[in-house]
């Protein structure tokens, strides 16, 4: 069974900057597109990024585009998300998932495994 361990979550003010780090297990990793999650209070969750299995190719949501930046390191199975310039809006619970696809300007997962993601907060 494939299961997904996220790290790296805190507070931080509007403007600072934050690392997610996602392991997985039960999966070969390196032919896995890999990709980042969030589910703000009250609203469903939502894709921002995906990165092919090479790591040559990323996708972003308009959203998040230009401020975060996606990554992997296919020898420790580990995947990253870099947070700068923080806004409150991007305050959630954040969540890593193989089989990412970006379609439509959004991007999405067929995964059924979510973690326990790692909380992300943004104060004013």
């Known amino acids: 069974q494939v299961q997904v361990v996220e790290s790296g979550g805190g507070l931080v003010q509007a403007g600072g900057s934050l690392r997610l780090s996602c392991t997985a297990f039960?999966?070969?990793?390196?032919?896995?597109?890999m990709g980042w999650f969030r589910q703000a209070p009250g609203k469903e969750r939502e894709g921002i990024s995906c990165?092919?299995?090479?790591?040559?190719?990323?996708y972003y949501t308009d959203s998040v585009r230009g401020r975060f930046t996606i990554s992997r390191d296919n020898a420790k199975k580990t995947l990253y998300l870099q947070m700068n310039n923080l806004k409150p809006e991007d305050t959630a619970i954040y969540y890593c998932?193989?089989?990412?696809?970006?379609?439509?300007?959004?991007?999405?997962?067929?995964?059924?495994?979510w973690g326990q993601g790692t909380q992300v907060t943004v104060s004013s």
């Open positions: 998932a193989p089989d990412c696809a970006s379609k439509e300007g959004g991007i999405y997962s067929s995964f059924g495994s």
């Open positions: 990165i092919g299995w090479s790591g040559s190719i990323a």
């Open positions: 039960g999966l070969t990793f390196e032919n896995n597109n």
